[in-house]
């Protein structure tokens, strides 16, 4: 077995050797136009670790397969040849990628992804904005070095005898397989191996030169397959008439609501919190807090949210973006990181510290990158946390001790800040430190609103409180007993506006989306907005034409002051309609998605 097992790890420090010396190269190649230091290389390796370990077992899988075989039969002529053969396959596609993934990123400035296999389909035009002694060089380059890898996998030869403890082989090497599935997953947490969780930096390059492009590659594959869709409901000419009527970047003639337009700001998305469960949908038992902080400050009575999960919400709110029924930006890197984002703008245009604060695994759906992408310096997530704070609720930290983090950062924190904060209590399994109602669905919303009413109080007091925004909206809302998403209650969400900062109580009635926060937020700053192409400022005179769009998995609903209506994407049909004009409100949502979705493709 000590044979075997070392074949097998020669074969797997091989791959990982080569990705990690991939990853200077790759920075050299590309130094002209991002320079960096030594101390820079170090950080990449080791940064990018994880995404190389990983990769090198996903590569691994037909190595260790034969040498099972191999127990039996030993090393025999065929099994010879199928590593031969795969190891000359690997050694051409490893070397390929990595030199593409070189090579193409000062054109790109993104790592290797499947968008690259369009160009094939045109190799003239893709070859026309480099000479033949580019390709040549990079041909030689590419034979010799798959050549010397293919050479560094089959030497020394495998010579192996069939196992005379065939049994006892046989059951070690059952159970590496559940070693090798948690390796290639990258632990047992709640997120899988993805490119985010190798971000660390604000510079992007780093963050990119750290990224394992054959990982990215397949990634992206994975993604394309089954997420990447543009959506033509009409000709562009007509879509873009309605897409600018709906939507307006300017903010002009806007009511002042804050004391000043530097204030310190404190986003708080929260989890789950549909107006179902606050006074919107009646309840004056479940947010109580809520409820009374919503007349202390600026209530937008008519806001919904754009969608139904946490990662699109995130987006959603910071970015401005909508979200589409069968793709979540986020997971997307290589789109995620090219949005605007409220951090960026802040940081850039008045020199805000920006913070993000998430109890969770920051890593899950590709979070990590996107923040970091979008501006945000640091970031405070559930490794941050001790590990018995981390086992307080199966998604991290519950919300009575990240509630007191963002407490103490938010009175310790260099002025001006803006910090993020996602709360997740409120999720199922609805595993709250407190009974205080029988639902378990109330009352881990019940214990979310706790946690607001402290904080907000306990703040009140202290000496940063006269020059804060707090800002706290829901990432979405949740189906309830009969509330789903044929019923416009599932996605009116408050979003409500409190702290020192706010000059006076005042409730916003405009119907709004949850994507319009960055525009109206701004707008309030006297800063530009253009770049949230899809967001709006309900405070402008420019904002003519209320309404609100929500996507889910299969279809979307429009709102306005007037109608509602719910339509499915499967059936082609309008489901549900509450109101007047239709056929209106079907023609803006199409309109939206078709634009957003074009949007994103080019980026």
Same mark, same amino acid.
Request: net charge negative; aromatic share 12%; charged share 20%.
């Given at each position: 077995?000590?044979?075997?097992?070392?074949?097998?790890?020669?074969?797997?420090?091989?791959?990982?050797?080569?990705?990690?010396?991939?990853?200077?190269?790759?920075?050299?190649?590309?130094?002209?136009?991002?320079?960096?230091?030594?101390?820079?290389?170090?950080?990449?390796?080791?940064?990018?670790?994880?995404?190389?370990?990983?990769?090198?077992?996903?590569?691994?899988?037909?190595?260790?397969?034969?040498?099972?075989?191999?127990?039996?039969?030993?090393?025999?002529?065929?099994?010879?040849?199928?590593?031969?053969?795969?190891?000359?396959?690997?050694?051409?596609?490893?070397?390929?990628?990595?030199?593409?993934?070189?090579?193409?990123?000062?054109?790109?400035?993104?790592?290797?992804?499947?968008?690259?296999?369009?160009?094939?389909?045109?190799?003239?035009?893709?070859?026309?904005?480099?000479?033949?002694?580019?390709?040549?060089?990079?041909?030689?380059?590419?034979?010799?070095?798959?050549?010397?890898?293919?050479?560094?996998?089959?030497?020394?030869?495998?010579?192996?005898?069939?196992?005379?403890?065939?049994?006892?082989?046989?059951?070690?090497?059952?159970?590496?397989?559940?070693? @090798? =599935? +948690?390796?290639?997953? !990258?632990?047992? $947490? /709640?997120? #899988?191996?993805?490119? &985010?969780?190798?971000?660390?930096?604000? *510079?992007?390059?780093?963050?990119?030169?750290?990224?394992?492009?054959?990982?990215?590659?397949?990634?992206?594959?994975?993604?394309?397959?089954?997420?990447?869709?543009?959506?033509?409901?009409?000709?562009?000419?007509?879509?873009?008439?309605?897409?600018?009527?709906?939507?307006?970047?300017?903010?002009?003639?806007?009511?002042?609501?804050?004391?000043?337009?530097?204030?310190?700001? @404190? =986003? +708080?998305?929260?989890? !789950?919190?549909? $107006? /179902?469960? #606050?006074?919107?949908? &009646?309840?004056?038992?479940?947010?109580? *807090?809520?409820?009374?902080?919503?007349?202390?400050?600026?209530?937008?009575?008519?806001?919904?949210?754009?969608?139904?999960?946490?990662?699109?919400?995130?987006?959603?709110?910071?970015?401005?973006?909508?979200?589409?029924?069968?793709?979540?930006?986020?997971?997307?890197?290589?789109?995620?990181?090219?949005?605007?984002?409220?951090?960026?703008?802040?940081?850039?245009?008045?020199?805000?510290?920006?913070?993000?604060?998430?109890?969770?695994?920051?890593?899950?759906?590709?979070?990590?990158?996107?923040?970091?992408?979008?501006?945000?310096?640091?970031?405070?997530?559930?490794?941050?946390?001790?590990?018995?704070?981390?086992?307080?609720?199966?998604?991290?930290?519950?919300?009575?001790?990240?509630?007191?983090?963002?407490?103490?950062?938010?009175?310790?924190?260099?002025?001006?800040?803006?910090?993020?904060?996602?709360?997740?209590?409120?999720?199922?399994?609805?595993?709250?430190?407190?009974?205080?109602?029988?639902?378990?669905?109330?009352?881990?919303?019940?214990?979310?609103?706790?946690?607001?009413?402290?904080?907000?109080?306990?703040?009140?007091?202290?000496?940063?409180?006269?020059?804060?925004?707090?800002?706290?909206?829901?990432?979405?809302?949740?189906?309830?007993?009969?509330?789903?998403?044929?019923?416009?209650?599932?996605?009116?969400?408050?979003?409500?506006?409190?702290?020192?900062?706010?000059?006076?109580?005042?409730?916003?009635?405009?119907?709004?989306?949850?994507?319009?926060?960055?525009?109206?937020?701004?707008?309030?700053?006297?800063?530009?907005?253009?770049?949230?192409?899809?967001?709006?400022?309900?405070?402008?005179?420019?904002?003519?034409?209320?309404?609100?769009?929500?996507?889910?998995?299969?279809?979307?609903?429009?709102?306005?002051?007037?109608?509602?209506?719910?339509?499915?994407?499967?059936?082609?049909?309008?489901?549900?309609?509450?109101?007047?004009?239709?056929?209106?409100?079907?023609?803006?949502?199409?309109?939206?998605?078709?634009?957003?979705?074009?949007?994103?493709?080019?980026?």
């Amino acid at each position: 077995m000590g044979k075997r097992a070392l074949y097998l790890l020669k074969t797997y420090l091989v791959t990982v050797v080569l990705f990690i010396m991939a990853k200077p190269v790759f920075m050299w190649y590309n130094s002209v136009n991002h320079p960096f230091t030594a101390g820079d290389v170090a950080q990449v390796i080791l940064h990018g670790l994880t995404l190389d370990l990983s990769m090198s077992l996903y590569l691994l899988i037909i190595p260790f397969l034969c040498v099972v075989i191999s127990i039996f039969t030993g090393s025999t002529r065929w099994l010879r040849i199928i590593l031969k053969t795969y190891y000359a396959i690997i050694a051409v596609a490893l070397i390929l990628a990595l030199l593409a993934d070189a090579s193409l990123y000062e054109f790109w400035l993104f790592k290797l992804e499947s968008s690259c296999l369009q160009y094939l389909e045109t190799p003239t035009e893709a070859m026309a904005s480099v000479s033949t002694g580019y390709l040549l060089v990079r041909l030689v380059v590419w034979i010799v070095l798959s050549v010397l890898l293919w050479l560094a996998y089959t030497r020394p030869r495998w010579d192996i005898k069939p196992s005379r403890y065939r049994i006892i082989e046989s059951l070690i090497a059952l159970m590496c397989i559940p070693l @090798i =599935i +948690i390796g290639i997953r !990258g632990g047992l $947490g /709640e997120s #899988t191996t993805n490119i &985010g969780q190798v971000y660390y930096s604000q *510079n992007q390059f780093l963050n990119h030169s750290a990224v394992n492009p054959v990982f990215s590659f397949f990634a992206s594959l994975e993604e394309s397959a089954s997420v990447n869709t543009v959506y033509e409901f009409m000709d562009d000419k007509t879509c873009d008439s309605i897409i600018s009527k709906l939507y307006n970047t300017e903010s002009k003639d806007c009511d002042t609501l804050l004391t000043t337009q530097t204030p310190n700001i @404190i =986003i +708080i998305l929260l989890e !789950g919190c549909g $107006g /179902e469960f #606050t006074e919107i949908g &009646g309840r004056e038992d479940v947010t109580p *807090n809520m409820n009374r902080l919503a007349k202390e400050g600026i209530y937008f009575t008519n806001c919904y949210g754009n969608t139904w999960r946490t990662d699109r919400g995130t987006v959603c709110a910071l970015s401005g973006y909508p979200s589409f029924p069968s793709m979540s930006v986020m997971k997307i890197p290589s789109k995620s990181c090219t949005m605007p984002n409220i951090a960026k703008t802040l940081k850039e245009e008045r020199g805000y510290h920006t913070h993000y604060l998430y109890g969770g695994d920051i890593n899950f759906t590709n979070m990590k990158s996107y923040l970091i992408a979008g501006g945000f310096e640091s970031l405070t997530s559930k490794d941050d946390f001790s590990a018995e704070e981390q086992k307080t609720s199966e998604w991290g930290v519950n919300d009575g001790i990240t509630f007191k983090t963002l407490y103490q950062m938010a009175t310790t924190q260099e002025e001006p800040y803006l910090i993020g904060f996602s709360t997740l209590s409120s999720h199922a399994p609805w595993d709250v430190p407190i009974h205080q109602l029988d639902d378990e669905v109330l009352n881990a919303f019940y214990y979310l609103d706790q946690f607001i009413g402290q904080f907000i109080e306990q703040f009140r007091q202290s000496a940063a409180w006269d020059n804060t925004l707090i800002v706290m909206l829901p990432d979405h809302g949740i189906p309830y007993k009969d509330i789903d998403e044929t019923n416009p209650l599932l996605n009116h969400i408050p979003m409500i506006w409190v702290g020192g900062a706010v000059k006076s109580p005042q409730k916003i009635q405009q119907v709004c989306n949850q994507t319009d926060l960055p525009a109206t937020l701004l707008g309030q700053l006297g800063l530009a907005h253009d770049e949230f192409t899809f967001s709006r400022d309900v405070l402008s005179s420019t904002y003519q034409h209320p309404f609100a769009i929500n996507t889910y998995s299969d279809g979307f609903n429009v709102i306005d002051s007037a109608s509602f209506i719910n339509y499915d994407l499967i059936s082609d049909r309008v489901v549900v309609t509450q109101g007047e004009d239709h056929e209106r409100l079907l023609r803006q949502g199409r309109a939206v998605l078709q634009a957003a979705s074009k949007d994103l493709e080019k980026r």
